[in-house]
């Protein structure tokens, strides 16, 4: 009669299971880079601000819209032709102030289109208004 010998099943050491995985937590933690949100960067006016009377001449308004569609002046314009428009102002008026005057309802993608477009433009006074009329 032959006697079977059951096998033995070869186990995975779970002692040191524990150690690995914070080992591998560590490893991802400290090699892994977080991305920072910048926000705008805008210089706001403080308390101690003066008001500033500005002519109208040196006055440049650009609407956002609620339907999308962009005003310069009053003008239907694309948002990728502001830079080039705004840039041939400033080479007119150095004194040029530049409104961004957004409806409530406008896209915030468009508005901030809009900003870059002026930021590219290196436009050197920018100032922020809401309407409520389209």
């Known amino acids: 009669m032959k006697v079977r010998r059951s096998k033995a099943m070869p186990e995975v050491p779970s002692s040191s299971m524990a150690d690995i995985a914070f080992l591998l937590l560590v490893f991802f933690l400290s090699t892994t880079t977080f991305s920072l949100d910048q926000g705008l960067l805008l210089q706001l006016p403080g308390q101690q601000s003066e008001v500033k009377r500005i ?10 819209h609620a339907d999308g569609s962009v005003t310069l ?50 436009a050197p006074r920018i100032s922020l208004k809401t309407t409520g009329e389209s």
Do not use: Q, W
Request: net charge negative; charged share 40%.
């Open 73 to 122: 002046g009053n003008e239907f314009i694309a948002v990728s032709e502001i830079r080039g428009r705004i840039e041939e102002e400033l080479e007119k008026n150095e004194k040029l102030v530049v409104v961004i005057e957004t409806h409530p309802e406008a896209r915030y993608e468009m508005y901030v289109d809009i900003l870059d477009e002026l930021k590219m433009a290196k």
């Open 55 to 64: 002519s109208r001449k040196n006055i440049l308004v650009v609407k956002a």
